[in-house]
């Protein structure tokens, strides 16, 4: 890997940013079977990208790539144009790429803002636990800003309400809305989101539609998005990815993905 990973900046002209992350040409084998070959999809700040495709069609084990949580066995992962295929999750979480899982991640017996402000305080304040102990007027202001974006991030999503529960007694719809929420606290630059709507009502799921929209409008950050309710993703994505049998089928607008016979024919039930 070269240099290092920067702020995407739109660059005089261009009609479209870069792209903030992008998978080139990746392969994925397990023994026989090729899990993802030859994959390029790319999404840019202040978009929803949908990926979607039918069961084994390879989305976990991209997402798993992409997050640096599989190495592949070929192509490349870049991060703010950087090549980051060697970097680990960890290194790419904190340089601003963020995941959700399907399974829940919250800490139950934390309150729904202290969960955010955990969120935030992995990176650390500076100064260690001298400053902990200390009290330092430097620490205590970094906690009242954590507290702050916790609270701005907890209205943007609807959540204003629920500050003062406990995470562990949320029915599943709201304590998904919590796990996004945790992901968007910390500014990334990308997140991805891995079936955010599972377990959620259908009204629920409009509720996630609107805040994730209002999101990625207010952090300008890129979102690439995995779901098996297509409805919902072709109703919050600009743009689908449609994967199927490890290579990529179809991509564009919900419009052109819906009208291509080759995706109705693999996936959306034909006609
Ligand atoms: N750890 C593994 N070992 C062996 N094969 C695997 C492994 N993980 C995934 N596969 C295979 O790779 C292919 C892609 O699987 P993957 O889970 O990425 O698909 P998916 O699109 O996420 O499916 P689903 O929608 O069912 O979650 C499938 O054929 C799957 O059986």
């Known amino acids: 890997m070269s240099g290092t990973v920067v702020d995407v900046a739109e660059s005089a002209g261009d009609v479209a940013p870069p792209p903030v992350l992008r998978a080139e040409n990746v392969g994925v084998a397990f023994g026989g ?42 192509g490349v992962v870049r991060f703010a144009g950087v090549d980051v295929s060697a970097r680990g999750p960890v290194w790419r979480a904190r340089h601003g790429m963020r995941r959700t899982f399907q399974r829940q991640q919250l800490f139950g017996r934390l309150t729904v803002l202290d969960n955010l ?21 430097s620490r205590r202001r970094r906690e009242r800003e954590r507290r702050v974006r916790a609270e701005e991030i907890l209205d943007l999503c609807g959540l204003t309400d629920l500050r003062d529960k406990y995470a562990g007694t949320l029915p599943v719809g709201q304590a998904r ?55 919902f993703v072709m109703g919050l994505a600009s743009r689908v990815v449609v994967l199927n049998l490890g290579e990529v089928l179809a991509e564009g607008t919900p419009a052109e993905v819906r009208a291509n016979q080759a995706v109705r024919d693999a996936y959306l039930g034909g006609g």
Do not use: Y
Request: proline share 4%; with cysteine; charged share 20%.
């Open 33 to 74: 079977v090729n899990a993802l070959s030859g994959v390029t999809l790319e999404v840019r700040a202040g978009e929803v990208c949908g990926l979607i495709g039918p069961n084994g069609a390879g989305k976990t084990t991209l997402f798993d790539v992409l997050s640096g949580i599989r190495r592949p066995d070929s």
């Open 117 to 137: 402000v955990v969120a935030e305080e992995w990176r650390g304040g500076g100064g260690g636990i001298a400053a902990d102990l200390l009290a330092l007027p």
């Open 177 to 231: 809305m919590v796990e996004l929420a945790r992901a968007v606290v910390d500014t990334p630059k990308v997140l991805l989101l891995d079936e955010p709507a599972s377990g959620m009502s259908s009204a629920e799921s409009v509720w996630l539609g609107e805040v994730v929209r209002r999101l990625v409008d207010h952090e300008q950050c890129a979102v690439l998005l995995v779901e098996h309710d297509v409805a």
